[in-house]
């Protein structure tokens, strides 16, 4: 979740004459900050002859110029001379770059973006005059963003005839054998390379230590494969201009489904993936009973198996055949080490897939395996996203203080049409993609700007009455849709697998047909278009674009700062602001609520409201307060599947920083010195790392050969059974640090970091400098050798900083070298620090207005106090390379520069 509210829009001038909304689209429509930014970057057609610049051209310039942590800026070409180009950016900065470095754009502004994609959109029809209407219809609805498209639709249609216009994919589970963990690996990467994202279910790959016959040996098991699908993923991260996006998942009947479960608190295996365990009905109701739960594979001698084990435990079984039970264990157990490792670092999530397929209007003949990375699209085995989104905000009717029901049916309506063109226009790369679409056709309309609708009607986000208003609102959309999809039908034909009695009889269609009998006929009549139509995306990088709030998520906060080339500046969410300025000196009313005001069961709740009118699935996040107990995410799991979710995802506020205490309402225990035992439990019982201290002695002596041994053992301090030490709560430009230095004969021996999620970069290299250093510490009899690192680690500095004078932070190697000072001079009374009377590096530091220019460029909230604000995690953004990627609404997102990796 991000704060969200820093775009600033043109916006159209609607006028209402004798009851016929006239559209007057302005032909400025400039986007502005950030907003332009993602825009010409992203979405806008790109000029692929940047030696056409001239004088005048509005470009993107390079203002770092790192091959992993490029910087851009949008600005005005001002002088050229040969190649070399003088750009002003917005922002006044004066840049010059080689005319090759630039990226320079077809389309300037979303009017021209909207006339493209009509006309693309219409141009699939089958005769002119259809053409001709479906242009102007689609362009309507394109018009001031009341429709926005998906990022591969916006980017790509139009523009070329190789661009997939699908953002995500499910592809098979992998053939259980190295070939066809290959042939997986080479469809993912070939998927990837152009865009999309990939959802992978391992269920398929035989366990760890299984017998594998031809090699005369046994296997690494399927989380081992996971993590070459993850490395893989990283590579293409790392050299493609589009970032890969991977979810991997696995059944809770696997025998490696604990590994699964526990596979990120091991540093290096999966750091590239998101994970989900798939839940049945039977595992649930085994945890409520406390049952027994059985760990399974198929018999892998088995003559057939080969041929026929595709993943399917069910049609395995269905055809007869011997499924070997590898182990018993306590359903509970399982059930335990999810809740616990989502308690501690939001993943594994969870998806209740037996559910989800008993809801599937896709049941009878495509069994849904996986979920694309956001988790917001299960799909069958070479399924696809196709994605767009309402933007709700867009259907405030200000004269009767309610939703333009008239206006959202229209939209609503020709907006299924647009996506179902999308199948006919976009390319396919693979014919197992074009051959499951054609025979499918699915679809997925979703929403953004939610919580600015329900701001503009004073209705409160998480409330009994939004819940109902929900239920009205969504429910509306899914009939509408419906009855769109059957007209198609009734024109154009029926997706090709459609059984009018079998499509009837999912689950989500029983649930529709009581409410909405009309749609049952109509289905029964004219037939479907498409077997799903609605999906709930994340809709980051869109919704940033378009300055409204993001996919179903209240807004994150409404007050924040953002760095601009004078330093900080204090904004508001543009609804807020206009609010507090029409009323000076009042709070915000209730009904202005953001992620943190509401409960996790309010986020579940509305989740699951939205949810009974969605075919596919949501992406959405349950916020929950940093001393949430494991106990409560539990009863918050089970409620998300006793009302209906078809999946969940918990984000416990400051559980990527792996804290110590965190769950503990009182900050300041976690702060107090205590003995090495203390913090050892604490380290073992927070990090998703569970680095103990025994693991990190070992660590340290790893590497040490036997001719080398009786050297080391005269220089190196072995650590003692019991040392007694003291933790520092430090807020870094990374989130909050736990730092605990623990003595060995009366000097610091050995440093504990704990900062960043398990599997993040920034986790990995805390982790890193704390072993290090420790070995630093530890080796060697000189007198001095504490100052010495304290001096070579002071002042080290990143991409921005944390703080005034004193307590200001540059880096968490900076935060290191604070806390050693702080802790000689506490523990022997003598300051070696010239600061040392100042405040306690562990204190809130309150944030101004403004900062001086080198300051961080992440956003914080203002909402809230500091030190709560810089305690949500953030890792390093592969696209602008500051401290701001962070969870947001399932997807790891940039509040910089607006990167998500999911777009």
């Known amino acids: 979740m991000i704060a969200l509210g820093f775009i600033c ?55 770092k110029d790192d091959p992993k942590f490029p910087a851009k800026e949008v600005g005005e070409v001002i002088e050229r001379s040969g190649n070399t180009v003088t750009v002003r950016t917005r922002t006044g900065q004066i840049v010059e770059s080689d005319v090759e470095k630039l990226t320079l754009t077809i389309e300037k502004t979303p009017d021209e973006m909207w006339g493209r994609l009509a006309e693309a959109m219409a141009s699939v029809e089958d005769t002119k005059e259809k053409q001709e209407l479906w242009a102007e219809r689609f362009r309507y609805i394109l018009d001031d963003w009341k429709l926005v498209p998906g990022g591969r639709i916006a980017a790509g249609a139009g523009t070329s005839e190789e661009l997939t216009l699908f953002n995500c994919y499910v ?54 494969w996971g993590g070459l699908f993850s490395y893989t993923t990283g590579l293409i991260e790392q050299g493609g201009s589009r970032r890969g996006a991977l979810m991997l998942m696995i059944n809770d009947w696997h025998p490696d489904v604990m590994d699964f479960i526990t596979v990120k608190q091991t540093m290096g295996q999966v750091t590239n993936a998101n994970l989900s365990v798939c839940v049945s009905n039977d595992f649930m109701r085994a945890v409520k009973e406390d049952l027994e739960w059985e760990l399974v594979f198929p018999d892998t001698k088995d003559p057939d198996y080969d041929e026929l084990w595709d993943g399917d435990l069910a049609k395995w079984r269905s055809l007869g055949k011997r499924v070997v039970p590898y182990k018993t264990v306590q359903a509970r157990d399982i059930w335990h080490t999810i809740i616990e490792s989502a308690w501690k670092s939001a993943e594994p999530g969870v998806v209740f897939m037996e559910y989800y397929n008993q809801m599937s209007n896709s049941w009878y003949f495509n069994p849904i395996i996986c979920t694309n990375p956001c988790g917001e699209q299960g799909l069958p085995a070479w399924g696809v996203c196709n994605l767009s989104a309402l933007n709700l905000s867009r259907f405030y009717d200000e004269a009767n203080h309610d939703v333009d029901w008239e206006e959202l049916s229209k939209v609503t309506r020709w907006s299924v049409r647009f996506l179902d063109n999308v199948i006919d226009k976009t390319p396919y790369h693979f014919e197992e993609n074009e051959r499951n679409q054609k025979r499918e056709r699915r679809v997925g309309l979703g929403s953004m700007g939610l919580a600015e609708l329900m701001i503009k009607l004073n209705i409160r986000y998480g409330s009994p009455e939004s819940l109902e208003f929900l239920d009205k609102l969504y429910g509306f959309m899914a009939r509408e849709s419906y009855l769109a999809s059957t007209e198609i039908a009734a024109e154009k034909g029926s997706f090709q697998e459609f059984i009018a009695d079998k499509f009837l009889q999912s689950g989500f269609m029983k649930q529709m047909a009581e409410t909405y009998p009309e749609v049952a006929e109509a289905v029964t009549t004219r037939g479907m278009r498409n077997v799903t139509v609605l999906t709930q995306a994340p809709t980051g990088s869109t919704g940033t674009m378009v300055g409204t709030s993001t996919g179903i998520e209240p807004y994150f906060a409404f007050e924040y700062y953002r760095q601009s080339r004078l330093g900080y500046d204090k904004q508001l969410v543009p609804i807020a602001q206009e609010w507090k300025d029409a009323h000076p000196g009042e709070s915000l009313p209730d009904f202005f609520v953001t992620a943190m005001d509401l409960s996790a069961e309010d986020h579940i709740r509305a989740q699951a409201a939205i949810q009974k009118w969605v075919d596919s699935s949501i992406s959405k996040t349950a916020n929950c307060p940093a001393d949430f107990t494991v106990e409560e995410t539990k009863r918050l799991y089970e409620l998300a599947f006793d009302l209906g979710c078809k999946g969940v995802t918990i984000y416990r506020d400051g559980s990527r920083d792996v804290q110590v205490l965190s769950t503990k309402s009182n900050e300041e225990k976690s702060d107090a010195p205590g003995t090495a035992e203390t913090a050892a439990q604490a380290a073992a019982e927070e990090q998703t790392d569970a680095a103990s201290v025994s693991e990190l002695n070992t660590a340290l002596n790893a590497g040490v050969s036997k001719r080398d041994e009786q050297v080391f053992d005269k220089q190196y301090k072995r650590r003692p059974t019991v040392l007694r030490g003291a933790t520092y709560k430090i807020n870094t430009p990374f989130g909050m640090a736990y730092i605990t230095i623990n003595d060995i004969d009366g000097t610091p021996g050995e440093i504990f970091l704990n900062v960043g999620k398990a599997g993040s970069d920034v986790f990995a290299m805390a982790e890193a400098l704390g072993r290090v250093c420790s070995l630093f510490l530890r080796y060697g009899d000189h007198g001095n050798k504490v100052n010495l690192l304290i001096k070579h680690l002071k002042g080290i500095g990143g991409t921005g900083a944390i703080g005034f004078g004193a307590n200001r932070v540059e880096s968490i190697a900076d935060a290191v070298a604070k806390s050693l000072e702080q802790h000689i001079s506490e523990t022997n009374g003598d300051p070696v620090s010239p600061h040392a009377e100042t405040a306690p590096i562990a204190a809130t530091v309150e944030m101004p207005d403004e900062v001086e220019e080198q300051a961080s460029s992440y956003v914080i909230p203002a909402s809230a106090d500091h030190g709560s604000a810089a305690s949500t995690s953030r890792d390093l953004c592969p696209s602008c390379g500051s401290a701001s990627l962070i969870n947001v609404e399932g997807c790891k997102t940039c509040s910089n520069c607006g990167y998500s990796r999911c777009s």
């Open 9 to 63: 829009l043109l916006v159209q001038i609607i006028a209402c004459t004798g009851g016929v909304r006239v559209v007057e689209t302005t032909k400025v429509n400039r986007l502005e900050g950030l907003s332009e930014k993602i825009f010409l970057d992203r979405y806008a057609w790109k000029n692929a002859d940047s030696s056409q610049t001239k004088v005048g051209d509005v470009v993107l310039v390079l203002t």
């Open 171 to 224: 592809i098979p589970s992998p053939k259980d054998s190295r070939g066809g963990i290959m042939e997986t690996l080479s469809e993912m990467t070939e998927i990837m390379a152009r865009g999309g994202g990939v959802g992978i279910n391992l269920s398929s790959l035989r366990p760890r230590r299984a017998i594998v016959a031809g090699v005369n040996g046994s296997s690494s098991g399927a989380v081992s």
